[in-house]
């Protein structure tokens, strides 16, 4: 494989939901780890790492009052536990803490009673975890 169709397929893989990063970080290891040849060839034997099986999408709408919808992707039905922190940490409600089966799934966080500012909301799903921000305008 050469360097323009490495490069055609890390295209494709962020079309289809690769973040940018775990493509950066495959490209940066296989220069470090000499697979990256003088002549622009890749070893095929690198292979991307897949989904996780879980997307979190940002939340909308985005400053929000008073609620916001946040939707997530599964690929594999998983343990789903998605909570809302303040900028402290500290736990503020937890929207979804159940077994969940594949497919795309939304929450809605009614912040009547929080007040204005930065909230993190963070989905865990088997071993993957992550985390986003959203703001909470009053």
């Given at each position: ?34 697979l ?14 897949s989904?996780?099986?879980?997307g979190?999408?940002?939340?909308y ?78």
């Amino acid at each position: 494989m050469n360097i323009k169709s490495y490069y055609d397929s890390i295209r494709y893989r962020l079309f289809f939901g690769y973040t940018l990063l775990s493509i950066i970080v495959v490209f940066m290891l296989a220069v470090s780890s000499h697979l990256l040849a003088q002549d622009g060839t890749l070893d095929t034997t690198i292979i991307m790492e897949s989904d996780k099986g879980v997307g979190l999408e940002q939340n909308y709408p985005n400053p929000f009052n008073p609620s916001t919808v946040i939707r997530f992707n599964l690929t594999v039905s998983a343990h789903v536990k998605l909570a809302v922190y303040d900028m402290l940490g500290r736990e503020i409600v937890l929207l979804v803490d159940q077994t969940m089966q594949s497919g795309e799934h939304q929450t809605i966080w009614y912040a009547g009673n929080a007040p204005g500012g930065a909230y993190f909301y963070r989905i865990t799903a088997g071993d993957y975890s992550e985390t986003r921000r959203m703001t909470l305008i009053k």
